[in-house]
């Protein structure tokens, strides 16, 4: 069973476009994480959200707890966000369970 | 900004054969973490260690696997007798606080190991 399911899990986009990509989970978390993985396979952390929604430049999270939903959107995409988008929560007390990924490719 | 750093950043070894991949987490951190990524599979979390010792630890961080802060500084991961199945990239991470907290974790560029 998946406790994180990510959709799509592929995408692909023209630059200049709003991008969004979605990630649900099913056990009761604090908070939740967004990670961006470059083609060279580092990871990096976007955001951590307990609530409401985080701005970082282009990039915007939101999360409904209630829903145990969470959104990544990147407006006015360019092809140098291409990378795979992963959310991962976490379980018991100290341990991250990651969804499989979103891969987005974004084309000038 | 300070970092975490993993070496080696590749290691071939054979089937059988002992390997230590070693970490240097951020300097204040208290928690540090093992994840592995199985080439075209998502991240898997293996371990985690706090006030030297392990925290929890996954089904997959079975015997074969140790880990260690032997000096304050470096965190390695040691597999005692590598199989095949073994083949993938290992992350280090760690981080101010607890996962559950939302602290943000600090990853490591990656070893990529391969087992012939």
């Known amino acids: 069973k998946n406790e994180v399911e990510q959709s799509p899990q592929n995408l692909t986009a023209q630059e200049g476009e709003f991008i969004t990509i979605n990630c649900s989970y099913s056990?009761?978390?604090?908070?939740l994480h967004w990670l961006q993985q470059h083609p060279g396979g580092g990871i990096v952390s976007l955001f951590m959200l307990s609530s409401g929604k985080k701005k970082h430049g282009r990039l915007i999270a939101t999360i409904n707890i209630q829903e145990k939903h969470s959104s990544l959107h990147i407006t006015a995409s360019h092809p140098r966000d291409s990378a795979v988008y992963i959310c991962a929560v976490p379980l018991g007390t100290d341990k991250l369970i990651f969804g499989t990924g979103t891969r987005l490719q974004v084309f000038p | 900004e300070p970092e975490v750093t993993q070496t080696p950043s590749h290691q071939v070894t054979q089937m059988g054969q002992e390997v230590i991949l070693r970490c240097v987490p951020i300097?204040?951190?208290?928690?540090f973490y093992w994840y592995r990524q199985i080439l075209g599979q998502k991240v898997e979390f293996l371990v985690s260690?706090?006030?030297?010792?392990?925290?929890?630890k996954s089904e997959i961080f079975d015997d074969q696997f140790s880990v260690e802060r032997p000096d304050g500084s470096n965190f390695t991961l040691k597999i005692r007798s590598t199989k095949l199945e073994d083949s993938a990239m290992y992350f280090c991470a760690s981080t101010l606080g607890l996962a559950t907290t939302g602290e943000t974790q600090y990853f490591g560029p990656g070893t990529r190991l391969l087992v012939l």
């Open positions: 260690f706090y006030n030297n010792e392990i925290s929890e």
């Open positions: 056990v009761g978390i604090s908070a």
């Open positions: 300097s204040n951190h208290l928690y």
